[in-house]
């Protein structure tokens, strides 16, 4: 390095305390320190500890977890989930379209944010409380086209089924849960092009009134399929791919594992969380039974992503 007063070179001069190479001016006796390496232009971030920090992520570790293994702060992790989450969603917004899907799968999961709703207060955020994840997945490709997150009510459909919409090339069979804001909000954006079913489960018990109830599942004593619009074929009236989804999510996302402290304290971070597990599902992670991942599958990728292209 050259000193920018004198233009002479500098000698080293040790280690700056992030590791850097400190160099100093034996004319003037000015010290400097190397540019510091940008993650992607953003953040002064390692860029081995930062791709390393968000496949832990990724792969289900908590943010603490990460921070002890990386050594990288726990804020800077967090940091680094929300850089890496917006490009997901722009990455998303850009590929996901014209897409040829013919059978589309609809479903909720539930998480939280801060605390849970019984908790919630007047005075908190209306971003504090009940959180739900809208997702769609094409049943024969297993990619996931878009998702919503926001409150399980009428606008959060309409935006998810909107945005549906605008993604698909062509008119297709969409099953969902028996969630009735469904209803309105296919009509309204489809209209007559769609062949629209939902599949109702009822759930019985097993006889449990303690608290070993609560986290006993019910059985299923009843499947009813409803026709809603068009034609569906009642052969592909399902929605068991997404609902396999949901537990990929519950195992992926550490933030929607149950009953545990590693909850989202704010629903940026949920949201970013969200976009990296569904870009990295899409473009990176090769699908068991399809053997390439969805988007090869889909034509929409020709090889199986790295991490950093995907934050490229």
């Known amino acids: 390095m050259n000193c920018k007063e004198c233009s002479i070179e500098c000698r080293k001069f040790g280690k700056h305390r992030n590791g850097l190479q400190r160099f100093h001016c034996l004319q003037c006796g000015r010290t400097y320190t190397e540019e510091h390496a940008r993650l992607f232009g953003a953040m002064i971030?390692?860029?081995?500890?930062?791709?390393?920090?968000?496949?832990?992520?990724?792969?289900?570790?908590?943010?603490?977890s990460a921070e002890r293994i990386t050594g990288l702060h726990r804020d800077t992790i967090i940091r680094l989930l929300v850089l890496a989450g917006e490009r997901c969603i722009r990455l998303m917004d850009a590929r996901m379209r014209n897409l040829q899907c013919e059978r589309v799968q609809s479903d909720e999961i539930w998480t939280f944010v801060g605390k849970k709703q019984r908790w919630v207060r007047d005075e908190d955020s209306n971003e504090i409380g009940d959180a739900w994840v809208f997702v769609a997945i094409d049943a024969d490709t297993k990619l996931i086209p878009t998702y919503a997150v926001g409150k399980r009510n009428l606008a959060t459909t309409h935006a998810f089924i909107g945005d549906l919409k605008q993604r698909l090339a062509k008119r297709v069979q969409l099953t969902t849960d028996g969630f009735r804001f469904y209803v309105t909000a296919v009509e309204e954006h489809f209209g007559a092009e769609i062949d629209f079913g939902q599949i109702v489960k009822l759930?019985?018990?097993?006889?449990?009134?303690?608290?070993?109830?609560?986290?006993?599942?019910?059985?299923?004593?009843?499947?009813?399929?409803?026709?809603?619009?068009?034609?569906?074929?009642?052969?592909?009236?399902?929605?068991?791919?997404?609902?396999?989804?949901?537990?990929?999510?519950?195992?992926?996302?550490?933030?929607?594992?149950?009953?545990?402290?590693?909850?989202?304290?704010?629903?940026?971070?949920?949201?970013?969380?969200?976009?990296?597990?569904?870009?990295y599902y899409n473009f990176c992670r090769i699908h068991q039974t399809l053997r390439v991942t969805p988007a090869m599958e889909a034509g929409i990728a020709d090889h199986a992503w790295k991490i950093r292209e995907l934050l490229q």
Request: aromatic share 6%.
């Open 45 to 64: 971030v390692p860029e081995d500890k930062a791709l390393l920090a968000i496949q832990l992520l990724i792969e289900g570790t908590s943010i603490r």
């Open 203 to 279: 759930y019985g018990d097993y006889g449990q009134h303690d608290a070993a109830g609560r986290y006993s599942p019910g059985p299923i004593v009843e499947v009813i399929s409803k026709v809603r619009q068009g034609d569906p074929d009642p052969r592909h009236m399902s929605t068991s791919f997404v609902e396999r989804q949901n537990l990929t999510m519950r195992m992926s996302i550490r933030r929607m594992t149950r009953l545990t402290n590693a909850f989202s304290k704010k629903l940026d971070n949920l949201k970013a969380a969200c976009a990296l597990h569904f870009a």
